[in-house]
Nanobody, 124 residues
Framework: QVQLVESGGGLVQAGGSLRLSCAASIRTFSSYAMGWFRQAPGKEREFVAALSWSGGSTYYTDSVKGRFTISRNNAKNTVYLQMNSLKPEDTAVYYC?????????????????WGQGTQVTVSS
């Protein structure tokens, strides 16, 4: 049974940083593209960042480019989202997702597995 467990969320002031982690119980973790999505209250879940299964390609939504960095450690079956220069509009529940042999899609339906989410709140 595949499980994705996010951690690292919390309350931070604007301009601060957080690092989210997503631990995956997947035997072939290195074969999965990993993505981060977020959902703010009253809004649809949106793409934030993704990393191809090979780790060679990364993708970001425009609003986080230059501030967020996605990375993975296949030895630890973990994907990270380093978030710097946080803004109040980054406040949301952040979800990680896994896509077998994916290239790093921004489309939710491409992903096979999802975590339960971790709350990130940025105060002004």
């Amino acid at each position: 049974q595949v499980q994705l467990v996010e951690s690292g969320g919390g309350l931070v002031q604007a301009g601060g940083s957080l690092r989210l982690s997503c631990a995956a119980s997947i035997r072939t973790f290195s074969s999965y593209a990993m993505g981060w999505f977020r959902q703010a209250p009253g809004k649809e879940r949106e793409f934030v960042a993704a990393l191809s299964w090979s780790g060679g390609s990364t993708y970001y939504t425009d609003s986080v480019k230059g501030r967020f960095t996605i990375s993975r450690n296949n030895a630890k079956n973990t994907v990270y989202l380093q978030m710097n220069s946080l803004k109040p509009e980054d406040t949301a529940v952040y979800y990680c997702a896994a896509d077998y042999l994916g290239v790093g899609s921004a489309l939710r339906y491409q992903y096979d597995y999802w975590g339960q989410g971790t709350q990130v709140t940025v105060s002004s």
